[in-house]
């Protein structure tokens, strides 16, 4: 069995609509309620592979109290495994609020700056460093929100620790997802550079790495890539098809194979919602690509979650809603 570890921070969703403060009581009335870019990475590779077969774990702090036992609960009837959820005495939960103008232009509130998560690795260090150094997951995920919401000691050591992981064959996967809410590009980079480098497969959103490096075109996201000798690189754009760039050794002229493939084609009033539409993306590219599927089909299958994921509202939709995209043994 093969095991794959995510590292992030899951917040609770809270919508203008729902009247709720962030010092009251979130009730919960869906599954909708939470989300994370890591997290929903997670949640959607649990639903679309078999966990017999592939161990889905999440590394991250949550709170003392109900909202997070439920939080635990739901995970676990997932399939992801929360043996690395650690509950904080003193520390919350993030949470974000979701505000929709007239225009129905979404805005994001955060209230993240001292949640339970950011304390994770000070706390934790011995309980996460065992798992990637003595255990050995085969496959470690994080992003540029993991990296964002920790201390520069933190995520120094974050990225020491992984560069001992990977020298002892762990494999790294690593989503951009550039948030310049939570940190300025001058920050950013050489942490950026940093993860880049340790990645065997990097999902890159377009825009994010243009705000990042201030490139306007996708050239400049090739340049690093060469430059940086990474295995396997997704380039997402949005309803645009996404180019898969695999390093192969056998050509010195021309390192890199390319395909590009198109994206699922969705009518403009089936886009409700886009939040996640990455998140679920690489999970269903993983779910393919971890099961030793080829980039194409990987590919193919990552488009139609996320398309998906965008047709419905909220970060996790519900089983219904995509019930033909799981396997069948999620319902024996
Ligand atoms: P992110 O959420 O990281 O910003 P993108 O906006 O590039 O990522 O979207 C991720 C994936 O979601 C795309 O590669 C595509 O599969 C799907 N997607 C996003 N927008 C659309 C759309 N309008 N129509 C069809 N698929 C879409």
């Not at 676990?76 to 495994?81: A, M």
């Not at 920050?187 to 243009?210: G, R």
């Not at 309803?239 to 009518?267: F, R």
Request: aromatic share 12%; glycine share 6%; proline share 2%.
């Amino acid at each position: 069995m093969k095991s794959i570890l995510f590292f992030g921070e899951c917040m609770l969703e809270e919508n203008a609509d729902d009247d709720l403060n962030f010092d009251g009581e979130l009730s919960f009335c869906g599954a909708s309620r939470y989300g994370g870019d890591t997290l929903n990475t997670a949640l959607y590779l649990a639903r679309t592979t078999d966990t017999e077969q592939l161990k889905i774990s999440f590394a991250t702090a949550l709170s003392k109290g109900e909202q997070s036992e439920k939080l635990l609960n739901m995970w676990q009837l997932e399939g992801i495994d929360t043996k690395l959820v650690t509950q904080s005495h003193d520390k919350s939960i993030g949470r974000y609020r979701i505000n929709t103008n007239i225009a129905g232009e979404r805005s994001f509130i955060y209230d993240r700056s001292d949640s339970a998560a950011k304390y994770y690795l000070q706390n934790e260090h011995q309980l996460f460093s065992d798992e990637l150094t003595k255990i050995k997951c085969d496959y470690f995920y994080f992003s540029g929100i993991s990296l964002a919401i920790l201390n520069v000691k933190d995520r120094q050591y974050l990225l020491e620790l992984l560069t001992t992981y990977k020298n002892g064959g762990g494999k790294i996967i690593f989503d951009n997802n550039y948030r310049e809410i939570l940190w300025r590009g001058e920050q950013a980079l050489p942490f950026y550079q940093q993860a880049m480098q340790l990645a065997d497969i990097a999902f890159l959103t377009d825009e994010d790495e243009f705000s990042l490096y201030g490139d306007s075109s996708v050239d400049g996201i090739l340049q690093r890539i060469h430059r940086w000798r990474i295995p396997e690189v997704i380039i997402k754009q949005g309803a645009d098809p996404c180019l898969v760039y695999q390093y192969k050794t056998s050509d010195i002229n021309e390192p890199y194979s390319v395909k590009t493939i198109e994206s699922t084609t969705l009518l403009n009033h089936q886009v409700v919602d886009t939040c996640a539409a990455g998140d679920a993306f690489a999970a269903g590219y993983l779910a393919k690509r971890l099961n030793e599927k080829s980039t194409t089909e990987s590919a193919h299958f990552a488009h139609l979650l996320a398309s998906r994921v965008i047709q419905f509202s909220g970060a996790i939709i519900t089983l219904d809603e995509m019930a033909d995209l799981m396997p069948e043994s999620k319902f024996q």
